[in-house]
């Protein structure tokens, strides 16, 4: 049969004879469904117990043939960079509805983790947070630079980078100041807008400790220096041991090169730190002896403590999770059975273990925390729940590798500082959930 054949209109008739009758189909589909929660049975035990999960329980009547199977869909244009269905459009990243701040170009965008379904954030949905908007870099005019205390001061094109032996890892990515406007009372509504300055990404890129060893750090090369070829200049200090250790100059996400708005073509990540130090749109690393103590390691990033100092270089982002499903502005769809599921991570390590409260944290359950569970990744949890229509308060605790269990906000009161604003708000998110259904931040509330 020719390919003029089998693309054909009467392609369309043909199919329709071929499909099932359509009480087999349900006979199938039924058949189907007991299987199903058979095994769902067996699995979560009595949480099955109030019948169906969501499914409606129609079993015999016969399914209506749909449009989608009487015609021809759309067919493969001759090149194409394919986009998520109309129907998603929901799902997008959104500035904060909190900090109002349209005047200033020092802004950030958070990513939808109530509509992540797994570990990773998809190239649009990667939170964006710069502090002088997105520069249009041409990759071809860019160079970075490793100077200052080396044997050989270096400059380096995009095409000499990507010749480099390269590694590709999945770590997240958050921001300090995630959940910064939640930490004593409720201002953000959703998920998003509490923890949506965290991503999960596969990056790929060259590790620094081969660049650095080509150029030779003197031994007396302590700190490097990264900075930005954007309107902020960004800048931080970084020490020479984690630019040895894990630190990626990174140039794809995902699969692809870098968006603009995550550092197209060229940015720093070092994996379990605060975003912050991860310099996008890198022009040069600058070997010195000591940290240069610029602005975001002076009057910015830096954490409160009780005795009315303020702690440098705190840039390891400790344990965390957040259940985001269901959360903040969601509508529960009546008492029964419900998958709980959300994220944890730690900049320390590995996610060892997830336990979820249903009553704001006076009994635990330990949820299932699926894997792969990579080293400071994102790590997914999930644990069945039978709601039965009463108020609840849902939250998540998570420990990790090092034995470190994320805090409450007391928890982090008796060691730190809590002075409006501040950043590293690792403590746990309660959301409480009314007989109606709605779900709703009660932060500092239980
Ligand atoms: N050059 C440059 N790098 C930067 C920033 C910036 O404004 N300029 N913002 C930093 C901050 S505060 C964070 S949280 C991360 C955000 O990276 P993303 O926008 O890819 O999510 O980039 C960091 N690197
Ligand atoms: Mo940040």
Known sequence: MSDKTQVSTAAAPRRKNTRLPAE??????????????????AM???AFAAGTVGASGAGAAPLAVPDSNKSM???IPATEYGMPSKFEKHVVRRRTDVLVNRQNWSDWSMTPLQYQPGIITPNGLIYERHHAGTPDIDPDKHHLAIHGMVRQPLLFSMADLVRYPSVSRFHFMECSGNGLTDWL???????????GLLSGVLWTGVPLSTLLEEAGVDPAGKWA???GADGSGHTRSIPIEKCLDDTLIVYASNGERLRPENGYPVRAFMPGWEGNVCVKWL??????????HFRSETARYTDPMPEGKWRQFSMVMECKSVVTN?????????PGFYEVTGFAWSGAGKIRAVDVSFDGGANWREATVEGPVMDKSLTRFKI????????ATLMSRAVDSSGYVQPSVADIRKVRAIVGFVQHHNAMQPWSVNAKGEVTNVIGQV
């Open 225 to 227: 220096i990264f900075e």
């Open 73 to 75: 869909g759309k067919p």
């Open 283 to 292: 022009r040069r690393i600058k070997i010195t002896d000591q940290p240069a």
């Open 326 to 334: 269901p959360s903040g502005g969601m509508q529960m769809k009546g």
């Open 384 to 391: 069945g729940w039978n709601w039965n229509g009463q108020p």
């Open 24 to 41: 087999i189909d349900a006979q199938l589909l039924s058949q189907e469904r007991r299987a199903f929660l058979r095994k769902g049975a």
């Open 44 to 46: 979560a035990g009595s």
């Open 185 to 195: 009372k409720p201002a953000s509504k959703t998920v998003q807008q509490t923890h």
